[in-house]
């Protein structure tokens, strides 16, 4: 087949290149499982939004400054491209577009002296930031994707906005000694900026409501934690804001399984009690997890937490047989598969965007070698910690080279799947 065009097709070729110990960046923990080599993600045809930018129609009644974030503008666009913004939505899309937002408002604070837009510029604002985007490429549905309202630019509940009032309010040092030298894998562990911003909204939430808070005030609580966030981010350049928002969203991302789990009579049916038939059973099971696999792309500590909850609710359904083991089941089987040879593609743990050149296209990391075992509860303490995953799959160097040429549908990514 000939190499394709994005431009003209839904088709691009993608390679796949082993990388060796000495270019890939390393795990800060070590893990006792030791995956095999991440294999980078190249598409490398030219791609439209980088080569056709569109005018954005913006409305002019916006009063968000979008010239003193374009490196965040154009990191989203990226992240959040085209077809593929579905896909890398959960671990990468709507993280960084959830950062932009911030930031953009943060920085605006300089000027209005407040951490939030009326009803009004939040409606304006986050229609020419959808166009902004998709003039570098974003996808067009990208507010439904993210589920983003102009009531994430507001303040919602939050009864104080204003810069004055909180700095009034919070301990200003305690948040930038705890937020500013941030590490991804240690904040994950300790929570020690996640609680300074914690703390911070919950003595801005009781000025108005009093020193005491009932369950009923945790919406309040929350959306005060947002205006903290912003103001965190106003501290900082914008490249190191983003880096910060990034790192504490990380954590909430590796906490949950992404994927939705649709009936499993049919895995009950054949694999449950006594197995009357391991090729039945595997074959049910083999089914559902290509459902599964059409779903996303996730990181490997989503893997972790998808396999735990998957065979939670197969227990619930009479199936005791470890059947991870039966039929082979591994964390990558839980993403999304690419090349010809449908291999599983987990992300790390740790946040990090997609890139773009000129000569090689869209790139980003994914681990085709990783095969840890899909661990089934009986046997296994379940603990979604960086400790038991590796935020960045290790690279092994006694391997031979190896480079293999697998096709990708950028616009139908599985051939069957439409959105």
């Known amino acids: 087949m000939a190499n394709i065009s994005i431009r003209n097709a839904a088709a691009s070729i993608i390679h796949f290149e082993k990388v060796t110990s000495s270019n890939l960046p390393q795990s800060p923990i070590e893990s006792p499982l030791n995956p095999q080599p991440v294999l980078p993600l190249l598409a490398p045809s030219p791609l439209t939004p980088f080569t056709n930018i569109s005018m954005p129609n913006l409305s002019g009644n916006c009063p968000l400054n979008f010239s003193n974030a374009k490196t965040a503008l154009t990191t989203t666009a990226i992240d959040c491209w085209g077809s593929l913004a579905p896909y890398l939505a959960n671990s990468i899309c709507c993280p960084q577009l959830d950062a932009t937002i911030k930031i953009l408002i943060a920085q605006s604070?300089?000027?209005?002296?407040?951490?939030?837009?009326?009803?009004?510029?939040?409606?304006?604002?986050?229609?020419?930031?959808?166009?902004?985007?998709?003039?570098?490429?974003?996808?067009?549905?990208?507010?439904?994707?993210?589920?983003?309202?102009?009531?994430?630019?507001?303040?919602?509940?939050?009864?104080?906005?204003?810069?004055?009032?909180?700095?009034?309010?919070?301990?200003?040092?305690?948040?930038?000694?705890?937020?500013?030298?941030?590490?991804?894998?240690?904040?994950?562990?300790?929570?020690?900026?996640?609680?300074?911003?914690?703390?911070?909204?919950?003595?801005?939430?009781?000025?108005?409501?009093g020193s005491r808070l009932s369950g009923d005030d945790v919406a309040m609580v929350e959306d005060c934690k947002k205006i903290v966030l912003r103001w965190v981010a106003s501290k900082f350049d914008s490249s190191y804001a983003n880096k910060i928002l990034r790192g504490i969203s990380s954590c909430k991302i590796n906490k949950v399984c992404p994927l939705v789990f649709p009936d499993m009579k049919n895995i009950s049916n054949e694999c449950g009690n006594k197995i009357r038939s391991q090729n039945t059973c595997c074959d049910a099971m083999e089914k559902y997890m290509t459902y599964l696999q059409n779903q996303s792309f996730i990181t490997n500590l989503q893997a972790l937490n998808c396999a735990h909850s998957l065979a939670e609710n197969l227990q619930k359904l009479n199936v005791s047989n470890d059947i991870y083991n039966i039929c082979h089941i591994k964390l990558k089987d839980f993403s999304l598969q690419v090349g010809s040879q449908g291999s599983g593609c987990l992300f790390p743990s740790l946040p990090f965007d997609v890139t773009y050149e000129q000569s090689t296209g869209i790139d980003f990391r994914c681990d085709l070698n990783d095969n840890v075992e899909a661990p089934w509860p009986s046997s296994f303490t379940y603990s979604p910690s960086p400790i038991n995953i590796p935020a960045l799959p290790k690279a092994t160097s006694d391997q031979s080279g190896l480079r293999s040429t697998l096709l990708l549908s950028t616009l139908l990514l599985l051939s069957f799947f439409t959105w």
């Not at 951490?115 to 959808?130: A, E, G, R, V």
């Not at 998709?134 to 104080?160: K, R, T, V, W």
């Open 109 to 209: 604070s300089f000027s209005s002296g407040k951490l939030s837009l009326n009803k009004t510029h939040s409606k304006n604002c986050l229609s020419d930031i959808t166009q902004l985007l998709e003039a570098e490429g974003s996808n067009h549905q990208l507010l439904e994707i993210c589920s983003i309202h102009p009531s994430n630019l507001s303040d919602s509940s939050c009864p104080f906005v204003h810069l004055a009032d909180i700095e009034n309010t919070i301990n200003i040092p305690t948040i930038i000694e705890s937020c500013e030298k941030i590490d991804p894998v240690i904040e994950c562990r300790d929570k020690i900026c996640q609680s300074a911003i914690t703390d911070a909204a919950v003595k801005i939430a009781s000025r108005k409501i």
